[in-house]
């Protein structure tokens, strides 16, 4: 278990004295976590839809990347979880979290830790409202990774930073958390409860700009930095003033100097969302911000615009780009 006796969940010790780890929604990121975890020799439950669960037990969950290499591993795979776990990963997209969250009862989590690594904010309070706020442990991880196919994961960033921050779980077991991930080749910063809202933050200003934007204008990154820097920085900034009013500070130079070393080809996940005709997370993501900005009377009119637009987009069909 995780915690000060390890980590205090109430799952089994995986093969090898490893943890019991379940990830909710294996695509791009959970994916990701659920191979590196099996690797690392803990015992992994991927929670999927049957589809997904009935490849992952025949054929195994394979990785490509140029940071952790191209391996396969075997996982355990169900539609539900029903046993107690020492830490369950929660990774569906936002627009699916609700119903997902199905496949977690409380009462078969145990003591485990929920540890969300989703878009946006509001998706904490969500997951506080269904289980213990001791046990839940906000995320957010920077990464470009893609589901290509059920169980087949294409990890294209050179990093997986992954930030954790929780203002209602004990030190030691966030801290005990990190050293799990960590001890599977991930980039993992634990930081102080009261960074919570900072880390959170910190994400979506830096992602916001760039999901709306590149989905807007159908363009990839390096079409941001030349053609549409200034809408860039003055949707940082709308993010940053937001942030403050809850007391989270944000770099916009910082953030600035992150978006000058992405790839020039980079794609962002609701650009390709938007490409493929799936729903967006344009509420996590935009219309989450908007309405903390009405609460505090904050003016972001260039991010308001852009959900619009993106709205619209989205409900003639055109999958939310222009």
Same mark, same amino acid.
């Given at each position: 278990m995780i915690g000060s006796a390890d980590m205090q969940a109430g799952g089994a010790a995986g093969a090898g004295g490893g943890r019991t780890v379940a990830v909710l929604g294996p695509g791009g990121v959970g994916g990701l976590f659920a191979g590196v975890l099996a690797r690392a020799g803990h015992r992994v439950i991927c929670l999927a839809g049957e589809e997904t669960a009935t490849a992952l037990r025949k054929d195994g969950l394979a990785v490509r990347s140029d940071t952790f290499g191209e391996f396969t591993v075997a996982v355990e795979a169900d539609t539900v979880l029903r046993e107690a776990v020492d830490a369950c990963v929660v990774a569906p997209k936002e627009t699916a979290l609700v119903a997902a969250l199905d496949r977690v009862p409380r009462e078969a989590l145990g003591a485990g830790l929920v540890v969300p690594l989703l878009n946006g904010f509001e998706h904490v309070s969500v997951l506080r409202e269904r289980y213990p706020a001791e046990q839940v442990v906000p995320g957010t991880i920077r990464i470009e990774s893609t589901r290509v196919a059920p169980g087949q994961i294409v990890h294209s960033s050179p990093f997986a930073a992954v930030d954790l921050a929780s203002r209602t779980v004990p030190a030691e077991r966030v801290a005990a958390l990190g050293a799990l991930l960590s001890g599977?080749?991930?980039? !993992?910063? !634990?930081?102080?409860?009261? =960074? @919570? =809202? &900072?880390?959170?933050? @910190?994400?979506?200003?830096?992602?916001?700009?760039?999901? %709306?934007? +590149? +989905?807007?204008?159908?363009?990839? !990154?390096?079409?941001?930095? +030349?053609?549409?820097?200034?809408? !860039?920085?003055?949707?940082m900034e709308e993010y940053a003033s937001v942030a403050a009013?809850?007391? $989270? +500070?944000?770099?916009? $130079?910082?953030?600035?100097? %992150?978006?000058?070393? &992405?790839?020039?080809?980079?794609?962002?996940?609701?650009?390709?969302?938007?490409?493929?005709?799936?729903? %967006? @997370?344009?509420?996590?993501i935009g219309g989450a911000m908007l309405r903390e900005a009405d609460r505090r009377g904050l003016p972001t009119p260039v991010t308001a615009r852009l959900v619009a637009e993106l709205t619209a987009a989205a409900g003639d069909g055109a999958g939310g780009a222009s």
């Amino acid at each position: 278990m995780i915690g000060s006796a390890d980590m205090q969940a109430g799952g089994a010790a995986g093969a090898g004295g490893g943890r019991t780890v379940a990830v909710l929604g294996p695509g791009g990121v959970g994916g990701l976590f659920a191979g590196v975890l099996a690797r690392a020799g803990h015992r992994v439950i991927c929670l999927a839809g049957e589809e997904t669960a009935t490849a992952l037990r025949k054929d195994g969950l394979a990785v490509r990347s140029d940071t952790f290499g191209e391996f396969t591993v075997a996982v355990e795979a169900d539609t539900v979880l029903r046993e107690a776990v020492d830490a369950c990963v929660v990774a569906p997209k936002e627009t699916a979290l609700v119903a997902a969250l199905d496949r977690v009862p409380r009462e078969a989590l145990g003591a485990g830790l929920v540890v969300p690594l989703l878009n946006g904010f509001e998706h904490v309070s969500v997951l506080r409202e269904r289980y213990p706020a001791e046990q839940v442990v906000p995320g957010t991880i920077r990464i470009e990774s893609t589901r290509v196919a059920p169980g087949q994961i294409v990890h294209s960033s050179p990093f997986a930073a992954v930030d954790l921050a929780s203002r209602t779980v004990p030190a030691e077991r966030v801290a005990a958390l990190g050293a799990l991930l960590s001890g599977a080749g991930l980039t !993992v910063r !634990v930081r102080d409860g009261g =960074d @919570e =809202d &900072a880390i959170l933050w @910190e994400k979506l200003s830096f992602l916001a700009p760039m999901a %709306l934007l +590149t +989905t807007r204008y159908a363009v990839p !990154v390096g079409g941001l930095r +030349t053609d549409h820097h200034d809408e !860039v920085v003055a949707v940082m900034e709308e993010y940053a003033s937001v942030a403050a009013a809850l007391g $989270a +500070t944000i770099d916009v $130079a910082a953030m600035l100097r %992150l978006l000058d070393g &992405a790839r020039d080809t980079m794609r962002t996940s609701m650009q390709r969302d938007a490409e493929a005709g799936r729903p %967006l @997370e344009l509420d996590a993501i935009g219309g989450a911000m908007l309405r903390e900005a009405d609460r505090r009377g904050l003016p972001t009119p260039v991010t308001a615009r852009l959900v619009a637009e993106l709205t619209a987009a989205a409900g003639d069909g055109a999958g939310g780009a222009s």
